[in-house]
């Protein structure tokens, strides 16, 4: 890379952080007009940060709008720890940051908040910050797989505007997790694999399903595996993809025996046995989001949820025409798993949305629609998404050699607006779907 080249993309990430946190701040705006303008669905705030003294009051009533349903329990959790079974579905990355920057930076302000108020603040800060982090690396990232500035560039506008915009600012785990994936994904280009491995470790005690990420391993080194090499080189392929698959899942088994040593240890209660202590492997993690949570194939298919159905379809059409258009363009590629293909890597007039490089992104981007789509809570799928390239490099694809305001990049971008404004004023006065 070229001097010139290197100080554009540093230009252009402060841009992109610029805009990043100027989106924060219009968020951080909107939802708090909303709030005062609009009554509460629930008053569950009142109890969690009571009015106090001044500062107290005018906290609750500016930082207040970022606490709301699943923050509920981060919040809970960076305070007592883990108390409640049901609460081992949210993971302990993001409360353990809150406690460390309120016992820390905001140290000195804990003489004006409540500790709890600490904490809010103290996630806000991280949720945040680790947004216009996830903004920059998505721009690298996307950058060093394809060569091309000005679609790395357009793609991270489009990661601002994400219509998940509001979940990215409040005590919720995925910017955190978008930044912690971004950067791991970028080692991972650069070849760097054991750190990308500690990176998406460390993102599955945030989220359980940075575990899928040991998947680009298995990719880039058995699927892609070149089947004339020695035996030797097949065999070390295969250990390395272990041992990189092994590092990638400590952080969510360390999680996992955490949760096993409060149930099922020596403190295990003769009185009331959990059942999952006796399953093969005991994970907690399954138990509590089938049991408390009623996640589980196809279970969420019922006639009350067709109104989060209806909040999902704009991401599920986005998501499956991505996907389905990705295949289609070349389905020999698709069939052979990437190692076939009718473009030349380095043909410069193929889109990189429809590059051979994408393709163990989209291929994330299939199974984890396959999974939302069969298993999870469905109106979760937007926010959940918000985690994944291929998203934002489609609705890029679109802007590419067309007029901006045209058919689709037009529509993609009222759809990103649109969704994410009616999401604040949603979100801020605690009404569904979150």
């Known amino acids: 890379m ?44 009142e109890l969690i940060l009571p009015i106090g003294t001044g500062p107290q009051r005018l906290f609750k009533s500016i930082f207040g709008v970022f606490l709301r349903w699943d923050a509920f329990y981060f919040l809970h959790i960076a305070e007592s720890g883990y108390v409640f079974e049901q609460a081992h579905a949210f993971f302990p990355l993001l409360p353990a940051l809150m406690r460390l920057v309120a016992g820390t930076v905001l140290y000195p302000i804990q003489q004006y908040l409540t500790y709890s108020q600490t904490l809010v603040l103290a996630g806000s800060i991280v949720a945040n910050v680790s947004f216009i982090i996830a ?48 950067t791991g994904m970028i080692l991972m280009t650069q070849k760097r694999y054991f750190m990308a491995a500690i990176v998406w470790s460390i ?29 030797m080189q097949k065999l070390w392929a295969v250990v390395k993809t272990g041992f990189l698959c092994l590092v990638t899942l400590l ?11 409060l149930y099922c240890g020596e403190k295990r209660s003769t009185l009331d046995p959990r059942p999952w202590c006796d399953n093969t492997p005991p994970l907690i993690y399954n138990f509590v989001q089938e049991f408390y949570w009623n996640v589980g194939f196809m279970r969420y298919y019922e006639v009350k949820q067709i109104p989060n159905f209806l909040f999902a379809a704009p991401m599920l ?42 393709f163990p992104y989209i ?43 045209s058919g689709k990049d037009k529509a993609i971008v009222g759809f990103f607006v649109m969704y994410g404004l009616v999401g604040i004023v949603l979100f801020a006065n605690f009404f569904p779907p979150a």
């Open 135 to 182: 903004a920059v690396q998505l721009y690298r990232l996307t950058n060093l797989l394809f060569g091309r500035e000005r679609f790395a560039f357009l793609t991270a506008l489009l990661y601002v505007l994400t219509p998940s915009g509001i979940f990215m600012s409040a005590i919720y785990t995925e910017s955190l997790f978008s930044a912690l994936t971004f």
């Open 363 to 405: 291929a994330l981007w299939g199974l984890l629609l396959m999974i939302n789509i069969t298993t999870m809570h469905i109106q979760i799928i937007t926010r959940a998404f918000s985690c994944m390239p291929p998203v934002y490099w489609f609705a890029a694809h679109q802007f590419e050699g067309q007029t901006f305001g």
């Open 203 to 231: 993102s599955s005690t945030a989220r359980s399903n940075g575990i899928l990420y040991s998947g680009f391993f298995i990719y880039e080194f058995l699927v892609r595996m070149d089947f004339n090499c020695s035996t």
């Open 251 to 261: 952080g969510f088994l360390a999680v996992q025996a955490y949760g096993f040593s």
């Open 317 to 358: 059409t986005l998501s499956t025409a991505g996907v389905l258009y990705y295949i289609f363009y070349d389905i020999g590629r698709v069939l052979t798993l990437g190692r076939v293909t009718s473009f030349p890597p380095r043909d410069k007039s193929n889109p990189p949305f429809m590059s051979t490089t994408t």
């Open 2 to 45: 070229d001097k010139s080249s290197s100080t554009t993309i540093k230009a252009r990430a402060w841009t992109i952080a610029y805009y990043a946190l100027l989106s924060r701040l219009f968020i951080w705006a909107v939802a708090v007009a909303s709030h005062a303008l609009v009554q509460d669905y629930d008053s569950a705030l």
